[in-house]
């Protein structure tokens, strides 16, 4: 039972990033679901979210930028992220609010 992250990286400011949380063992079709990040030194933030329904919800840190997505039958989440700047480096953490699961987190570097 988990959940894996992938499609961090280096990306270019300015780039775009599509990250996938893929849960393994279980099913999150009735969960709602979030990204998280952290910054080397800082909290981690809330960064989006969608419920088991679709409704989505973004903060600041990615209003406008960001688009979080889903797929129940695949029991994937998606934020793609665009015109990444150096102060959206950090680790990037797919939460199941529901299940309270977290993985382990895959990793994003804007250059500055």
């Known amino acids: 039972v988990e959940l894996i992250e992938s499609g961090g990286g280096l990306v270019q400011p300015g780039g775009s990033a599509r990250l996938s949380c893929v849960a393994y063992?279980?099913?999150?079709?009735?969960?709602?679901m979030a990204w998280y990040r952290q910054a080397p030194g800082k909290q981690r933030d809330l960064v989006a979210s969608?419920?088991?329904?679709?409704?989505?919800s973004y903060t600041d840190l990615s209003r406008g930028r960001f688009t979080i997505s889903r797929d129940r039958d695949q029991n994937t989440v998606w934020l793609q992220m665009n015109s990444l700047k150096p102060e959206d480096t950090a680790v990037y953490y797919c939460?199941?609010?529901?299940?309270?699961?977290w993985g382990r987190g895959t990793a994003v570097t804007v250059p500055a």
């Open positions: 939460n199941d609010a529901t299940h309270n699961r």
């Open positions: 063992g279980y099913s999150t079709r009735f969960s709602d």
């Open positions: 969608i419920t088991n329904v679709h409704q989505t």
